[in-house]
């Protein structure tokens, strides 16, 4: 079973042993968007579920990515600054976003496990 959790915006979470929550784009979201070529980082901050809080743009598009649920980031991936690649690479590995701690944890299980992202992506597509 994947640890993973997903929205239905494509992006994914994982669970971190300190607590704390990484971000990523989808494999889908990315193919979607074709070659990266920016990513703009968040601000180490409080956000609120939604908001926008980063920026990917590709040869084909710019997307925001959104915070999945209120907390507040700890840390961002400094390595797209120099190499936005990373995503089109490793997605779900080395191309993450940021690291954040959830105001309120329980939330997590409320966003879509493996199956039910992958009958989305299925529906859509």
Do not use: C
Request: glycine share 6%.
């Amino acid at each position: 079973m994947s640890q993973l959790r997903f929205t239905a915006e494509h992006e994914w979470l994982r669970a971190e042993a300190d607590g704390s929550y990484t971000v990523g784009i989808t494999a889908f979201a990315q193919e979607a968007l074709g070659d990266v070529v920016f990513v703009q980082l968040p601000e180490l901050a409080r956000y609120t579920r939604n908001a926008e809080v980063s920026v990917v743009e590709s040869v084909k598009a710019a997307s925001s990515i959104n915070m999945p649920l209120d907390g507040e980031i700890v840390e961002v991936n400094p390595a797209l600054d120099d190499t936005p690649e990373l995503v089109n690479d490793s997605p779900l590995g080395r191309g993450w976003f940021f690291r954040f701690v959830a105001a309120n944890p329980a939330e997590v299980d409320a966003l879509l496990d493996q199956q039910a992202y992958d009958n989305l992506i299925s529906a859509a597509g």
